[in-house]
């Protein structure tokens, strides 16, 4: 889309865009490309020599069973909690769609997890299920169920999946609700004239609401994979045994902790190439408007 | 789904209250941990109603962060690091993208484009993605334990700058007209007229750029290595460290409340923005 009217300034727009663009180069391009770069070298821990080694980073990685666990660990952690979170704010956004009174406080209630921080959830969320001192971790103990997230594998991931979804519910609740305000309220009443609740829902209202679903969808396995680094530092610290070792987890143990530019770099790479990926398919299913 | 009212009405209200109460349950035991000595969190045995030591522990938290097992921040310091961080952030990607986008919108300029994309292709490359080649770029650059090091390599936005040129290719063609022929050069338009047009989006992108300057964690986590500049959601990782029993968890409950306070209230207090906000930016 282009102005008609525009002003004639020669030199005035690009001394606009120079910050942005400043800080672009400096600090998104030249790093993609460093991490590109420094993915097809071997160097060794003291950066003293470097040698050219092609992709056998990236077979490196490929072969290697902490990192293939940790593709798994990554698939089982984002989609729990998507479904979790996204099932659970579907429900609150169905009932708080309704004509009930004190709609508003509902929507205030809910809402307001969004503005924890991950790592502030996390300790919150550790100080309730902490074996010892935790009010259900020690109920779960004395019931005789043997918890304690810090030797269970199964038990660790169940507790990162339920911080990092607790704050997300929030912010799926407030698109799903938006998304149903949307659907005319004369579609859901002709339906319901000759369907149950539970068919005119599954038929006629989830149906109507894809566009968001789907749209959520993306935006939560994003929110799984990157902004839930937090949540696994503060309860686990990827442990027991790597159990909560997730991509970027691994990313910064194998970058920050054993100082393997290498191998950080060409995981690094993989997950760019699964943003772009994600993006690419958001923005061309957003174009086609996914809608039955 | 049926819209009468009726007897079918509790159903709502029941899973709706139970959600907020299942919501607001890790709150209420921060809180309720908050007001108690060590000790009796240390039993296990914490009673559900509050205790006495309310003020000692929040000002302990404040003043020195310290307790008998933890040693931490004076968190009154973490939370004025949290707060600069943040608003350098929020301020910041709203200037530059603000700026940005008014180039992209309103001039015709060899390369308007390509910088264009260049702009929107940083959406792909979240900070996380690009982590330790970008950690040393701000080593070489010597910024790391600066406020600096903190918030630029974030300020960047493709996001704040596409919801600005939305916001701008809506402001009639007529506008600028009449502005050009009045005599009014382009930055006296920007200011004069696009500024104050743009102030709702402006408070509604700085609801939700606080709360994600706020909220950052492992970009701080690498630039800060000086304790003087954590912010507080590093410190109250690094008071949890091996998270044993015998640990000084009312000043960690303290903490955290005082962690989530403002970016809760920002929310709470501004929520009409902050929804406004949320959906323009993803939108």
């Known amino acids: 889309m282009r102005r008609r009217v525009i002003f004639p300034n020669k030199l005035l727009p690009y001394l606009l865009l120079t910050p942005q663009l400043v800080i672009t180069v400096v600090f998104f391009y030249w790093p993609a490309v460093q991490a590109v770069y420094y993915s097809v070298l071997l160097q060794d821990p003291f950066g003293l020599r470097t040698s050219f080694i092609w992709l056998e980073n990236f077979q490196t990685i490929l072969t290697d069973p902490l990192y293939l666990g940790s593709v798994e660990v990554t698939i089982v952690f984002s989609t729990a909690v998507a479904a979790l979170a996204m099932g659970v704010a579907l429900l609150f956004a169905v009932m708080a769609d309704r004509k009930i009174r004190g709609k508003h406080v509902y929507r205030t209630l809910l809402m307001w997890p969004y503005a924890v921080a991950p790592a502030v959830a996390a300790s919150l969320w550790l100080f309730i299920f902490h074996p010892e001192i935790g009010f259900l971790g020690r109920w779960l103990n004395e019931m005789g169920m043997r918890w304690d997230y810090k030797l269970n594998g199964n038990q660790a991931l169940l507790l990162v999946v339920l911080a990092a979804s607790w704050k997300q519910v929030s912010y799926n609740f407030l698109f799903f609700l938006a998304g149903l305000q949307a659907i005319p309220k004369s579609v859901v009443e002709a339906a319901s004239m000759d369907a149950g609740p539970g068919r005119t829902f599954w038929s006629i209202i989830f149906p109507l609401l894809s566009p968001t679903t789907f749209f959520l969808l993306v935006v939560n396995v994003v929110y799984a994979f990157f902004d839930t680094f937090g949540v696994i530092h503060a309860i686990t610290g990827g442990g027991p045994a790597k159990a909560t070792e997730t991509l970027i987890y691994k990313v910064y143990v194998d970058g920050v902790m054993n100082l393997d530019l290498g191998g950080s770099s060409a995981q690094s790479v993989i997950l760019m190439a699964v943003v772009i990926t994600l993006t690419a398919v958001q923005f061309r299913f957003i174009e086609r408007k996914v809608h039955y | ?283």
Not at chain 2, 55 to 82: E, M, Q
Not at chain 2, 182 to 188: H, I, K, S, T
Not at chain 2, 254 to 261: D, H, K, R, S
């Open chain 2, 1 to 283: 789904m049926g819209t009468r009212n009726g007897p079918a009405n509790w159903l709502p209200h029941f899973v709706l209250t139970l959600g907020v109460v299942v919501f607001a349950f890790p709150i209420y035991f921060a809180l309720i941990g908050s007001t108690h000595e060590a000790a009796t969190i240390a039993t296990g045995r914490m009673p559900l109603v509050p205790g006495g030591q309310m003020l000692d522990n929040y000002w302990h938290a404040l003043t020195s962060g310290t307790g008998f097992r933890v040693s931490g921040t004076p968190v009154g310091g973490l939370l004025l690091n949290s707060l600069i961080m943040a608003l350098i952030i929020a301020v910041g990607k709203i200037a530059i993208s603000i700026v940005s986008a008014y180039a992209v919108a309103f001039f015709s300029f060899p390369g308007r484009m390509f910088f264009f994309w260049m702009i929107f292709v940083t959406l792909m490359l979240p900070v996380e993605v690009r982590i330790i080649p970008t950690y040393k770029v701000v080593t070489d650059l010597h910024m790391v334990n600066t406020f600096a090091g903190l918030t630029v390599p974030l300020i960047a936005s493709a996001t704040a700058t596409l919801l600005f040129r939305q916001v701008f290719l809506t402001i009639p063609d007529e506008l600028a007209e009449a502005a050009k022929i009045d005599g009014a050069g382009a930055m006296r338009f920007f200011w004069q007229i696009v500024l104050p047009l743009s102030r709702t989006n402006i408070a509604a992108l700085f609801v939700i750029l606080f709360i994600y300057g706020w909220n950052q964690y492992l970009w701080p986590l690498l630039i800060t290595t000086d304790r003087s500049m954590e912010t507080i959601v590093i410190g109250i990782v690094k008071m949890i460290g091996t998270s044993e029993a015998q640990t000084d968890w009312n000043l960690i409950m303290a903490t955290a409340v005082l962690a989530m306070l403002p970016p809760v209230a920002v929310v709470v207090f501004m929520q009409h923005w902050f929804v406004k906000g949320l959906v323009e930016t993803e939108k």
